[in-house]
């Protein structure tokens, strides 16, 4: 069954500290996607990346970057030099072509950057 | 910029009420969701459609209906409300594929007193 596990429900880090969420996946589909998604106090869900199974390249956009191993199941987010504006609820997602693309969402982390 | 906007950001409701939550797309996406979100449950899938008029259950329909009569529009419908039902409801949508990115609205608030 596809499953998504982030076992750091939260994480408090000094500001400019770098900060690694985890995330590691089920599937036994050979085509899915990953997802991560932001939700700040006020509630919003905002997108960050979306990544397909057949593309293990890490991604860096800004001060966020992401790292995809399928040998480990895991799609794990660091943002590098944090600050008080990234603390927010993380969540981790899984989307499976053989699962009418439904989205299986991790617990999320709660990450709190203190000045 | 994809734009999800949903009625109301708080909404607070009496037992055996009927309440609507509406959401509104501007990109022109084919499928569209409603989940909420409990504390140590997640979020969760509702209903959802990828085509007007189509509606497909998810994981918790029980309680709920839907109405999609136009694309843009995806309204999440509580027949007699519970106080089980109080939770904050999100509503999605994304373009073609069903695992297509979803973008998320601000969520409404539901409180059934």
């Known amino acids: 069954a596809q499953k998504v596990t982030q076992a750091q429900t939260e994480i408090s880090v000094v500001e400019k500290e770098d900060v690694t969420l985890d995330c590691v996946y089920e599937?036994?589909?050979?085509?899915?996607?990953l997802f991560w998604y932001k939700q700040p106090p006020s509630g919003e869900l905002v997108f960050l990346i979306r990544?397909?199974?057949?593309?293990?390249q890490n991604e860096i956009s800004g001060r966020y970057s992401w790292n995809f191993q399928k040998s480990t199941s895991s799609f794990n987010f660091t943002i590098t030099a944090s600050q008080v504006v990234d603390s927010a609820v993380y969540f981790c997602?899984?989307?499976?072509?053989?699962?009418?693309?439904?989205?299986?969402f991790g617990q999320g982390t709660e990450l709190s950057v203190k000045p | 910029d994809v734009k999800v906007t949903q009625s109301s950001r708080y909404l607070v409701k009496r037992t055996g009420e009927k309440v609507f939550l509406e959401c509104v797309q501007d990109?022109?996406?084919?499928?569209m969701f409603w989940y909420r979100q409990d504390p140590g449950l997640g979020l969760r899938l509702i209903y959802f459609?990828?085509?007007?008029?189509?509606?497909e259950k998810g994981d918790i329909p029980e309680g709920y209906s839907v109405s999609r009569e136009k694309k843009e529009r995806f309204s999440l419908i509580l027949e007699s409300a519970s106080t089980n039902q109080t939770s904050m409801y999100l509503c999605?949508?994304?373009?073609?594929?069903?695992?297509?990115?979803?973008?998320f609205g601000p969520g409404t608030r539901l409180t059934v007193l």
């Open positions: 599937t036994r589909d050979t085509t899915y996607y």
């Open positions: 459609s990828y085509d007007v008029k189509m509606k």
């Open positions: 999605a949508s994304s373009l073609g594929q069903l695992t297509d990115t979803q973008y």
């Open positions: 990544r397909n199974s057949f593309d293990e």
């Open positions: 997602a899984l989307s499976e072509e053989g699962q009418g693309g439904k989205l299986i």
């Open positions: 990109m022109d996406h084919e499928n």
